[in-house]
């Protein structure tokens, strides 16, 4: 099937909380690969991060929203609407959901160091093209993984993603633009009750809508 809608680039992540930094890079991919826009796929629950320190799914989908305001950026929980835990599932249930669009997979390289721990990653390198966005001290690690050592035969060019009708997959690209020192650990520890500030004004009245599916997101403390 021959997709010819928007191209879409899907990030995902605990935003935990959002900041600058994802910001910069998702605008820094949108503009590289020419996206139309990208989705925040804010995760209910990361199988591979500890439960200890997540935030409530509410406070974290509203410092992402704060962050992606005036860009091209939205900010969905579609994962808890799909019912999915794992990546790979999202991505089968968004193809199957959004038939005409394009996508491409957004992706940290130290996220592609680990994605050989990813419930069926070789099947989700299949499902739409992989974009990495290089960081700084990961260059060995992603060389090493056994990730890597498979899609390695799939890396292409960004030139070869400048006609998105063709895009297919695996296919591997690698985007490389100056480190951003932000994260979101860092936050925490400045601002240790920031996710108790957002629910509250979410308990006062104040509405979250996911900004794919247009749904209410529930902003009670669990």
């Not at 929203?65 to 900010?75: E, F, H, Y």
């Not at 060995?140 to 799939?154: C, E, G, K, N, Y």
Request: a positive charge; one cysteine or more; hydrophobic letters at 40%.
């Amino acid at each position: 099937m021959i997709r010819s809608g928007p191209v879409t680039g899907l990030l995902g992540g605990s935003f935990n909380p959002a900041h600058g930094g994802h910001r910069r890079i998702t605008l820094f991919a949108a503009e590289a690969l020419a996206l139309d826009e990208v989705w925040w796929l804010v995760s209910p629950g990361n199988p591979l991060k500890a439960k200890e320190g997540m935030a409530p799914l509410a406070a974290r989908c509203e410092s992402a929203q704060k962050q992606a305001r005036r860009a091209r950026i939205r900010v969905t929980a579609l994962e808890r609407e799909l019912g999915t835990r794992y990546t790979v599932d999202t991505l089968r249930a968004v193809l199957k959901r959004w038939p005409k669009r394009r996508f491409v997979w957004l992706m940290g390289a130290d996220n592609l160091a680990q994605l050989h721990r990813w419930k069926d990653w070789r099947t989700l390198a299949r499902l739409m093209p992989i974009a990495v966005v290089a960081r700084p001290g990961y260059d060995d690690a992603v060389v090493a993984s056994p990730a890597m050592a498979w899609l390695r035969r799939f890396r292409r060019p960004l030139s070869s993603l400048e006609r998105p009708e063709r895009w297919s997959a695996p296919v591997l690209v690698t985007l490389r633009f100056d480190p951003d020192t932000r994260s979101a650990t860092a936050i925490r520890r400045a601002d240790p009750d920031w996710a108790r500030k957002s629910t509250t004004r979410l308990s006062r009245g104040r509405q979250l809508r996911d900004q794919v599916t247009r749904r209410l997101i529930s902003g009670t403390w669990s």
